[in-house]
C-alpha cells in the first residue's frame, strides 16, 4: 500500500478549504509561545494580550504547568467519571478551599459549566414549587453572554448570538445590570433563580457594582432563588482576587468558571454551595471528559503556580499603574475613547467607533488584544506579565492612537 501523498499546503489555504466558517480571522498563524508571547509562522513576535481570551492565565507553556502535563500524560490521560482519580479530588478540594463549604462539578468548558447552573436552576424550582416545570424562571442581565449552547445562548439576549437558532429554551427574562429594582421588578413566584456575569465580559466589560451584587444576594435571600454567578471569564485570578465577586464581600449559592481554570487546557467546573449541592442526585447531571487525570493536573498547576509566585499579590500591584497609564489616553485622545473600565488584568477601553481597526493596527505593532460588544477593546494581559511587557503594552497603545489622531 502506498502511503498517503503528502501535499504541502499553506495553513492560509487549509483553513480556507476545510475549516468551518464561522469566525473571520486575521491572516495570522500563530506557532509558538512563551510566557506573555507568541510568534507567527513568519517569525514575527506579538505580545498576547488576549491571553486565549482570557484562557492562557500563566502565559505560553510556563514550565511548572508543561511539566505537570508532561508527567500527568505519560501516567494516566483519562478514566472516565466512572472511577475516582486523586487529582479530580484534589482539584475539586482547592476550589472548595477558595469558593467556601460546597461542592464541585467538573467539565470542559465555559458554556457547560453555564449549563449546569441553569439545570441547577430547574432542580430548585422544582424542589421550591413541587411541580416540574412550573417554577423555571431565570433572571438574567441585558447585555449579558453566558455561551453557545441552548441553556446559555437563552440566558444570552443578543440578536447576533440568538438569530437562527430559535425557538429557545423557555424561561429567561432580562434586568438592567446595576438596576437592582429592574431586577425586584421581575421576580414572581415561579423564579427560580438570579444568574448574572459578575463583570460581563463579551459585552464590553461591564461590571456589576459591588452595591447590585450585594442588593441581588439580599433579593435572593429574601425570595428564595439561587445567585448563580457567571465567573467563566472575570473568575481564577483574573481581577487581582480569585473570584471577581471577592470585591463585593458576598457569596453566591453557585458559581461558573472555566476560561483560566487550566491556563490553557480545556477544563470548566461549578461550585455548588453545600446547601444546594444536592439537588444533583446520581444519574441527574454527567460528562464523559469531565476532569480528567490531565485537565485537573493542569488545574491543579495553574494554583500552584498562584501560590508559588503570589500571581494575585503581584496582578493587584502591578494592575493599578498599568490601567491609570491607559486611562490616561481619556485625556489625550478624547476622541477616540470613551473609557477604561475593568480590575486586575481584565480591561476594556471603550472607543467612539468600531475597534476593528485599532485592533488591526495594534497587531501590526505586535500586540494581540481581542474586541468586545459596545466598542470595546479587551485587553488580557496573562497574569505573569511583567511590567516591561505591560508598560510596552501603553507604549503600542500610544503609537496606535497617535497615528489616528
Ligand atoms: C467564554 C464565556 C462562556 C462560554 O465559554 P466556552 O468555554 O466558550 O463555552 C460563558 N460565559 C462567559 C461569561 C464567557 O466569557
Known sequence: MNPPSIIRTSTAELYDANVLKNYARPALTLVRGAGA???????????????GIAVSSLGHCHPHWVAAISRQAGELIHVSNL???????????????????????????GGEADEALIKLSRLHGLAKSGVEGKCIKVICAKNAFHGRMFGGMSATPQEKI????????????????????????????????????????????NPCTPEFLR????????????????????????????????????????IAMAKG?????????????????????????????????????????????????????????????WIEALSKFIAEFSNQVVAVRGKGYLVGIQLTSD?????????????????AGGNVIRVFPPLVATTEELAQSVGIFRTVFSAKA
Not at 508571547?37 to 491571553?51: E, H, I, K, P
Open 37 to 51: 508571547q507568541v510568534w507567527d509562522d513568519a517569525g514575527n513576535r506579538y505580545l498576547d494580550f488576549t491571553s
Open 83 to 109: 472511577f475516582r482519580h486523586p487529582n479530580q479530588g484534589e482539584l475539586a478540594r482547592r476550589i472548595v478551599q477558595r469558593a467556601g463549604p460546597g461542592r464541585v462539578f467538573f467539565c470542559n468548558s
Open 162 to 205: 440568538q438569530k437562527g437558532f430559535r425557538p429557545l429554551v423557555a424561561g429567561f427574562a432580562f434586568g438592567e445590570l446595576n438596576n437592582l429594582q429592574s431586577f425586584a421588578d421581575l421576580i414572581d413566584a415561579d423564579t427560580a433563580a438570579i444568574f448574572v456575569e459578575t463583570i460581563q465580559g463579551e459585552g464590553g466589560i
Open 215 to 254: 442588593g441581588l444576594r439580599q433579593l435572593c435571600d429574601q425570595h428564595n432563588l439561587l445567585l448563580l454567578l457567571d465567573e467563566v471569564q472575570c473568575g481564577v485570578g483574573r481581577t487581582g482576587k480569585f473570584y471577581a465577586f471577592e470585591h463585593a464581600g458576598i457569596l453566591p449559592d453557585a
Open 261 to 321: 481554570l487550566g491556563g490553557g487546557f480545556p477544563i470548566g467546573a461549578i461550585w455548588i454551595r453545600d446547601r444546594f449541592a444536592d439537588l444533583f442526585t446520581p444519574g441527574s447531571h454527567g460528562t464523559t471528559f469531565g476532569g480528567t487525570p490531565l485537565a485537573c493536573a493542569a488545574g491543579l498547576a495553574v494554583l500552584d503556580v498562584f501560590e508559588r509566585e503570589n500571581i494575585l499579590e503581584t496582578v493587584r500591584a502591578r494592575s493599578g499603574p
Open 355 to 371: 475597534p476593528a481597526p485599532y485592533v488591526a493596527a495594534l497587531r501590526e505593532h505586535g500586540l494581540l488584544v481581542v474586541s
